[in-house]
């Protein structure tokens, strides 16, 4: 619901984008709408523009801003450049006018408004100026200099004069006879919000400590000076009215735990809890019932704000889980019908704020928490199944920083870890829902050691689960009639089905695994249920194998572990072949050194294996694995027979593993051999620079610099890009280019830069390139290109300068290299004038800053 929430506002905004491109449109000729950033799938769509939009114009001295309203882009384009504009050639009504007197109305209000309200702030001014006025008359002289303080306190608001009022109070407290005692009461008492933190502090000696604290509970109720007032009642807990407390307990609340700021997550401990716990401890049932009250409110604000409360009371004191376990767990499985809110990230907060108080509850009292969170699961929508899913997830979360190590050991905190382990693990095999899935997955992704108590002993049911998630991975699917046409949707809910079990198992044995490693018996428990391989399906084994990489990494899981994994690299099963691989690939060059030769000699034939699973998964153990010496001969043999294989197919990913891997091996003699390097570089000039220039192939391509033809094929990438992030790695193979490469290459670096000759980039890093190799000529070529790529309008204006500057520093340089000293001063003098120029378009862009 909150996503088509979040969707409607969206078309409801390309909708007005909409109106303002016809109004832009009808403005003027000249004018015209450009978009910055991609397209989503809503704009495709519904084919409105939608996102960040810009009003340009070729004859506009200062540039547009791009904002997601257009018309905030127009009406400020229209300030900057419109106004008196001679070049305007009106096409139709209505047009940007509109806008604009729309614009200007809203100010008009405003400032009538602000108007308004400052007349009303003036004459309440004066008339709290009377009443002191009358109050002056009745007071000692020494009151008479306070009197002049609290004055100026009231015109100011500052907190200059607040200090200084305090101070006055404090260096002289016999000034504070009861009629001015009295009237800092009334004002505290009045709905006049202005002196609550000089009155509650000036006061805090008084006689009328009851009357004191009840002012302080009027603070909490209506939310001014919070932490003091907080601080004031806990301080003077004998005088507070029971009946008060309710009313407060959204003060108190907001005190202990503020609202987290969306741009400094750093702070999330400002907060003074001690005022909540006092009050909660004196007057429990009174705070129940006040924070029970927030909960069912539908504002945002005091859900999220009770929330954080109750699950700090939780913690403090398990007789809080009862009374709040049930309202919070409802209100997390119908918080998007329950609370109002506009936007999917404010529901995030309150979800969140949820889940870490249910959290505190799990872990004080793991199995009626679990009880109560099923019970609402059973009727919650698929998106409260999710957010109640999540509650596990944040238990876990808790276990790998927020809890210290002896809190950890704790027996209780192993009971919470158990028991959500066995829920989840169940939830797996029971739950369709995509968001409890990937929950699930979260969860048992993590490898904390104090987990590791509670996964050994929910060892057998982890692995039982798993042996369930196989089962149904081998249930055959059921084919579609010839005469019924396949219905895509159902083709990919499948898929996508398929997919979710398959990472379900994995994750469940990835903790099993993790278990495993807690201590022998573990180990043994472990070792006996993969003994029994006469059970269990050959794909399910596969997936066990898969997860073994960490049981490798110890010396008893290698002892207990290598003759399964031996087993499985030379039997007769495809899948366990290929996960054995799998599994060798995690565990690094060092811990597979120490293996015995049996296992890198079994490796090596895997190469050799007709099944493209198993040469693959070997050829990626490979990339990361550092082979014997005597293995190198054998094993390049049989990558060339895959490349030769694989040469001229689709699979150009894995033509390329293959030749990383070659490359690999070559590694102890340092420089790839010449021969040998050719050859793999007329492989990979056939391959389409989309595989190449994709982040990760920097450091293999590199090792072809030192070859013929090397920096011919980067030149070509460069031409074949088409993607933004393709021509930034591109980039990054020509700044590595050794010395002089680029001096024989001036006609092709011409025909690149012709192919955009606008992209600041490219230019620039060929202009850095052939100065280097000095080759003068060739950048000064690069440079003009560059200059004339953007047309003499007012528009390219700051763009053709920096351009220009560009070809002044390549004829700058050569001038200062060749010695024509004159020549280059006249030239740096126009460079200062053109950088002048440049500061002047920049402070014209300033004088029209966005509203």
Request: aromatic share 6%.
């Amino acid at each position: 619901m909150s996503r088509d929430r979040d969707i409607e506002r969206t078309i409801q905004d390309g909708e007005r984008n909409q109106n303002a491109k016809r109004l832009i449109h009808n403005w003027c000729r000249h004018a015209r709408i450009e978009k910055f950033g991609g397209t989503g799938m809503i704009e495709m769509q519904t084919g409105l523009p939608i996102g960040h939009h810009a009003m340009v114009c070729d004859f506009a001295s200062a540039s547009g801003i791009a904002t997601w309203l257009l018309e905030e882009s127009a009406v400020r384009f229209y300030d900057a450049n419109c106004v008196g504009c001679s070049h305007r050639v009106a096409v139709g009504l209505p047009n940007l006018t509109m806008l604009v007197a729309r614009r200007d109305a809203d100010r008009q209000d405003a400032e009538k408004r602000a108007h308004e309200a400052q007349c009303i702030k003036e004459a309440e001014l004066k008339a709290r100026a009377a009443v002191r006025a009358d109050l002056r008359a009745t007071l000692p002289v020494l009151a008479k200099a306070f009197m002049d303080d609290l004055d100026r306190l009231d015109a100011e608001r500052s907190e200059q004069a607040e200090t200084s009022l305090i101070e006055s109070a404090r260096l002289a407290p016999e000034i504070l006879v009861p009629a001015l005692t009295e009237y800092l009461f009334s004002v505290l008492e009045d709905d006049d919000h202005w002196l609550e933190v000089a009155a509650l502090t000036i006061l805090a000696d008084t006689q009328d400590q009851r009357r004191l604290v009840r002012c302080a509970m009027k603070c909490l109720r209506e939310g001014y000076a919070l932490k003091l007032a907080a601080t004031t009642v806990a301080q003077r807990l004998d005088y507070v009215d029971v009946a008060d407390v309710p009313e407060a307990a959204m003060g108190l609340a907001y005190v202990a735990s503020p609202p987290r700021s969306e741009f400094d997550r750093t702070r999330q401990d400002d907060g003074d809890p001690n005022p909540l716990m006092q009050v909660a401890d004196r007057f429990p049932e009174a705070v129940q019932r006040g924070l029970l009250a927030l909960l069912s409110r539908r504002d945002r604000l005091r859900v999220g704000t009770t929330s954080r409360a109750m699950g700090m009371l939780i913690t403090q004191n398990t007789r809080w889980i009862r009374p709040f376990l049930r309202p919070l767990a409802g209100h997390l499985s119908r918080l998007d019908v329950l609370v109002d809110f506009e936007r999917e990230s404010e529901l995030r907060k309150i979800v969140h704020d949820l889940e870490v108080a249910l959290a505190y509850a799990f872990l004080a009292a793991p199995e009626l928490a679990d009880d109560e969170l099923m019970r609402q699961f059973e009727s919650a929508s698929d998106d409260g199944e999710g957010r109640l899913a999540g509650v596990y997830d944040h238990v876990f979360r808790f276990s790998d920083k927020d809890l210290d190590a002896e809190a950890v050991l704790d027996p209780a905190y192993i009971q919470a870890f158990g028991v959500a382990i066995r829920r989840l693990a169940a939830l797996s095999t029971n739950s369709d829902n995509d968001a409890v899935s990937q929950h699930i997955l979260s969860v048992f992704r993590y490898q904390s050691t104090a987990l590791a108590p509670a996964v050994k002993a929910a060892m057998d049911v982890l692995l039982g689960t798993a042996a369930v998630l196989d089962s149904k991975l081998q249930e055959p699917e059921q084919e579609s009639s010839v005469l019924t046409p396949s219905d895509p949707l159902a083709k990919m809910e499948k898929a996508s089905r398929r997919s979710r079990l398959w990472h379900l198992r994995a994750a469940l044995l990835k903790m099993a695994v993790h278990g495993a490693l807690a201590d022998a018996e573990s180990l043994a428990r472990f070792e006996e249920f993969l003994s029994q391989r006469d059970r269990l399906s050959e794909t399910f084994e596969a997936a066990i194998m898969r997860e073994i990489a960490p049981l490798l990494a110890t010396s008893t899981g290698l002892k207990v572990i290598l003759p399964y994994m031996y087993s499985a690299m030379v039997g007769a099963s495809v899948a366990g072949r290929a996960a054995a691989a799998d599994a060798l690939k995690n565990i690094g060059s060092q811990r597979f050194s120490d293996l015995p030769d049996l296992v890198a000699d079994s490796l090596v034939l895997m190469l050799f294996d007709p099944y493209v699973v198993v040469h693959k998964s070997a050829v990626a153990a490979l990339g990361r694995l550092r082979l014997p010496a005597h293995l190198r001969r054998v094993t390049v043999a049989a990558l060339d027979g895959l490349i030769v294989a694989y040469r001229g197919t689709d699979d150009s990913e894995f033509l390329l593993e293959c030749i990383e891997a070659k490359v690999t091996t070559y590694h102890e003699e340092g420089t790839l051999p010449k021969a040998q390097g050719q050859v793999l570089l007329a492989l990979i000039a056939e391959l389409e620079p989309s595989v190449l220039l994709r982040s990760g192939h920097r450091y293999l391509l590199k090792k072809f610099q030192h070859l013929d033809g090397w920096v011919a094929l980067v030149l070509e990438w460069i031409r074949r890009c088409r993607q933004d992030y393709e021509l930034k790695n591109a980039l990054e193979l020509v700044a590595d280019l050794p010395l002089g490469a680029c001096a024989s290459e001036g006609p092709a670096v011409l025909e690149v830069v012709a192919t955009d000759p606008s992209n600041t980039e490219l230019c620039s890093r060929f202009v850095e390139l052939l100065t280097r190799d000095y080759a003068w000529r060739d950048a000064a070529q690069v440079a003009a290109l560059h200059v004339a790529a953007f047309p003499k309008t007012v528009r390219e204006r700051t763009r053709r300068l920096q351009a220009q500057q560009l070809e002044r520093r390549v004829r700058f340089e050569y001038l200062i290299g060749e010695g024509q000293l004159n020549e280059a001063m006249a030239l740096g003098q126009a460079w200062i004038r053109a950088d002048d120029e440049l500061a002047k378009l920049l402070k014209v862009n300033e004088e029209f800053p966005f509203p």
